[in-house]
């Protein structure tokens, strides 16, 4: 298959339309990561989803939808998930919802669970995309268990990326936020952190006046997000909380300058929008990687959770 290159102008839009509705999938620009979309409505585009990423089929997709209408249509909204979406949304949000039985969605998008997770996006694009099409069904734009793309280069790169296997990248430029979605449930009643992101957690608790409940990783239920041991993974191997590199690391640096540096000036949110690149960047390099200390709060906190996973027993 021959990968178009589409740009977000009229043409490149009407061109993304069309190869949706027809059932194929895409790369997309989205704030936060570029994402895989299909059809949600259309099993057979969810199951190339599946099959371009080579993800295991046990673990569900996000639904991108363009308003809190549509959002309506597809789960059950408790109070507290309109509080957070009327917070949130558009944004780097993902709510896990009560699917409605009424919903007109493809069962392998749920892979069977009778919850969905959904999110309203904010990038125009991905805006745009979404009022010509209906609701999409999206993970991360990369092959299972790599690194996240953030621009439709990592999407096509050579090594490891989805180049021939799916059918066009509408290319919009780097993501702008450059983590995924902070992803919340309420599995046992309570608001749940299912997934640090791109929205603080300390700032969806202010939004509830409540903390949010723990998430134990539990491995024998790989229906929780994100906790599949290794993900996010390098090839090189990576060492933490290192202020202290050696000569025959690549070291990416953090308030300090560097080739490799998340951020000068120790901007957590700059930290967060070149991440994956520059990890991608470091790996290319060929030498085990170090990184300098990162500050656990705010956004600071999901970029260590992706570090911890990149840096994690290769399963
Ligand atoms: O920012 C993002 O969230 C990006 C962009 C493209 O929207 N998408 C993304 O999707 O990161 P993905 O598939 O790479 O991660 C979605 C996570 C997975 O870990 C999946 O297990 C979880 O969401 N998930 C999806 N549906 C779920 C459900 N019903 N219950 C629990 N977890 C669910
Ligand atoms: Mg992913």
């Known amino acids: 298959m021959q990968t178009e290159h589409l740009l977000p102008d009229q043409m490149g839009m009407a061109r993304a339309a069309i190869l949706l509705a027809a059932g194929q999938v895409m790369a997309i620009p989205t704030e936060t990561v570029y994402g895989l979309a299909g059809d949600a409505r259309n099993g057979q585009a969810v199951a190339r989803i599946y099959q371009a990423k080579g993800r295991p ?13 549509a959002a309506r249509s597809i789960a059950q909204m408790s109070p507290e998930a309109e509080t957070l979406a009327a917070a949130f949304w558009p944004g780097a949000l993902t709510l896990v919802l009560p ?5 007109a969605i493809a069962s392998l998008v749920t892979a069977g669970l009778d919850t969905i997770a959904i999110r309203v996006p904010a990038h125009p694009v991905a805006q745009a995309l979404l009022r010509l099409t209906g609701p999409l069904a999206a993970p991360s734009a990369n092959a ?3 690194i996240s793309p953030t621009s439709a280069a990592h999407v096509l790169d050579p090594d490891g990326g989805l180049d ?14 450059g983590l995924e979605s902070t992803i919340i449930g309420w599995p046992q009643g309570c608001a749940t952190l299912l997934r640090p992101g791109g929205i ?25 997000p994100g906790q599949l041991t290794s993900h996010y ?25 560097g080739p490799f540096t ?20 470091a790996d290319r390099e060929g030498r085990p990687i170090s990184v300098a200390p990162i500050p656990d709060h705010g956004l600071g906190a999901a ?13």
């Open 144 to 146: 299972s268990g790599r």
């Open 303 to 315: 970029i260590n959770d992706r570090l911890r996973r990149a840096a994690a027993p290769r399963g």
């Open 233 to 257: 993974a390098p090839q090189a191997p990576l060492r933490l909380n290192a202020p202290d590199p050696t000569p025959d690391e690549t070291h990416i640096a953090f308030g300090q300058p």
């Open 164 to 177: 021939g296997r799916i059918a066009a990248v509408l290319d919009a430029g780097p993501c702008p936020v």
């Open 57 to 69: 089929s046990f673990n569900p997709l996000i639904v991108h939808v363009p308003d809190m209408d």
């Open 99 to 103: 699917l409605r039985p009424d919903a």
């Open 262 to 281: 998340l951020s000068e000036t120790g901007d957590l949110t700059q930290a967060a929008a070149r991440l994956f690149d520059t990890l991608r960047r």
């Open 200 to 224: 603080p957690a300390e700032a969806i608790a202010a939004t509830l006046a409540h903390p949010l409940a723990d998430h134990h990783a539990d491995p024998a239920a790989p229906n929780a």
